[in-house]
Nanobody, 115 residues
Framework: QVQLVESGGGLVQPGGSLRLSCAAS????????TGWYRQAPGKQRDMVAT???????TYAASVKGRFTISRDNAKNTVYLQMSSLKPEDTAVYSC?????????WGQGTQVTVSS
């Protein structure tokens, strides 16, 4: 079993920055892809950013130029650096990991962007 635990969420003012972390533990195998999704109340869950084991990245158009995804393989941790935050970025952010044993999700961390 794989456990994913997110941290780093909170309340931030528009234009501010926040860094999310996702630590994986349990039956860890090399990833196929890992990344971040987000969901606001009444909205669909949308992909925010993903990264492969080789470091190839994909970003949602709404966050390009503002968010950066990265990984620390030694720590089995993926990060999302968020800058120039907007109120529309408010959502629960969840970590996702795909490896050869299956797909895994974290419980999510709340990010609120408000004045």
């Amino acid at each position: 079993q794989v456990q994913l635990v997110e941290s780093g969420g909170g309340l931030v003012q528009p234009g501010g920055s926040l860094r999310l972390s996702c630590a994986a533990s349990g039956s860890i195998y090399p990833i196929i892809v890992t990344g971040w999704y987000r969901q606001a109340p009444g909205k669909q869950r949308d992909m925010v950013a993903t990264i492969t084991s080789r470091g190839s990245t994909t970003y949602a158009a709404s966050v390009k130029g503002r968010f950066t995804i990265s990984r620390d393989n030694a720590k089995n941790t993926v990060y999302l650096q968020m800058s120039s935050l907007k109120p529309e970025d408010t959502a629960v952010y969840s970590c996702y990991r795909r490896q050869n044993s299956g797909d895994y999700w974290g419980q999510g961390t709340q990010v609120t962007v408000s004045s």
